[in-house]
């Protein structure tokens, strides 16, 4: 049987696709407000349509979705796990527990600098944006109610935290995925991302402070609304000590490097049991808080509306719309319209800081493309690599980037798995949160200072980089 042989798409033809989506999604989504899925959907007919203009069949359209389908079903399944986890925490206690002393000890004021801060701590030793926003962040929301801040500005506080460790954390699939598609070793990778990274979330703690220190984070605390809030979870719910160990089992786990979805089942369970013999549900209720979330019922508008969410049934949104920006991204990808891109994006490259432009440039073209931090590591990372061989620069130099204008740039793009987790999950639109979390577009920003300045750009060492001290 002869090989098929694909024509070559031209650079106006991979074009098309990019334009398509940023119509559909400009006008249908930003302007109609219509749904995200069918818009995504219309532009993956478009790259179809192109692709089949280029040679290749349904089976071989079919095959690129599948592939991409394929990458992202890992982040699919954590989304999932995380709704169950929500849910059991809620049911448990755990989550009432954590809002109720959060409002007795957090100020106002201080509200968006303690909540990135507990968020990046608890992202980098848990190494999860997914399962930091779905658990201390929901916390952390609530908290924001009874305290009168800003939501979107809570919102953008906590995933900012969230990303902080997501970025840096040995234990972040993002982090150990950057040097390998880069080439570079993991803990030279997590010490130069620092350069670009510490500063960015310095300049976001210093404008969370600002905000809170003149007023502009909660200019009114609502006394009322606060007192409320913690009469009625004292009411509904039974404070134990126990009901800190779903949160401890978790970061345990991630202490001890063990894969994340059973660590967060274990501690889902433990939730459940808890719901059982401390809050007093019966087998059916704690059980039916993982798949459909907890419903609270307490006559409290407020607090029904803190309280009733979480289950894995609550993320099958998320799941539909990853499904398809993983369908689109996965036929522009198998027509070679993503390269084609690509590869006049690295023919601007004839400097080092233009070189770096293009990265940057080329990670945050493939995350609005695909809505995938896993696509927007792998695919620059791969391509670029020769280049920065070329130019006598440290593969280090190309994974920092990867992670400064990949991986933290995806949960600000609406479309993408992680835009719609964290709006669903903490319950502001993603273009809400977006400009409240600085973090996660002053990374880049560094990265592009540095690349035109020389500053923090590591020379090329040794042959083999995925040595320690490259």
Known sequence: MPEKRFRQPTFFQSLIPLISLALFLGVGYGILH?????LLIAAAVVAGLVAWHLGYSYKDIEAGILESLL??????????????????????????????????????????????????????????????????????????????????????????????????????????????????NLYDHIRHTLWTTLPAWLLGLAVYALLGLTGHSAPTVNLNNTQVIQNTLAELFRFHWLLFLPPFLTLYSALKKKPVIPGMLLSAGVAVVLAITIQGLDLKTALGSLVEGYRANSGVELVDRLLTRGGMVSMMRVTLLAFCAFGFGGIVQKAGMLDVLLTHLLKFANTTGKLIASTVAACISTALLTGSSFLSILIPGELF???????????????RTTEDSGTVVVPLIPWSIAGVFMAGTLGVETVAYAKWAVMNYSGFLFALLYGFTGFAVAPRKREDETMPGS
């Open 71 to 184: 990458k992202g079903m890992p982040a699919m399944l954590i989304v999932i796990v995380v709704g169950a986890l929500i849910g059991s925490w809620i049911a448990a206690g755990t989550i009432p527990l954590l809002i109720y002393y959060g409002l007795q000890i957090i100020s106002p004021q201080f509200f968006l600098v303690t909540a990135c801060l507990v968020s990046s701590i608890v992202s980098v030793v848990s190494g999860t944006s997914y399962g930091t926003v779905g658990t201390i962040g929901v916390a952390f929301m609530g908290i924001a109610h009874g305290l009168n801040v800003p939501l979107d500005q809570a919102a953008g506080a906590i995933v900012a935290g969230a990303y902080f460790g997501d970025k840096i954390s040995p234990f972040s699939d993002t982090t150990n995925l950057a040097p390998i598609a880069a080439g570079s």
């Open 34 to 38: 219509l749904n995200a899925e069918i």
């Open 385 to 399: 690599a020769p280049a920065y061989r070329k130019f006598n620069l440290a593969a280090k130099n190309l994974s």
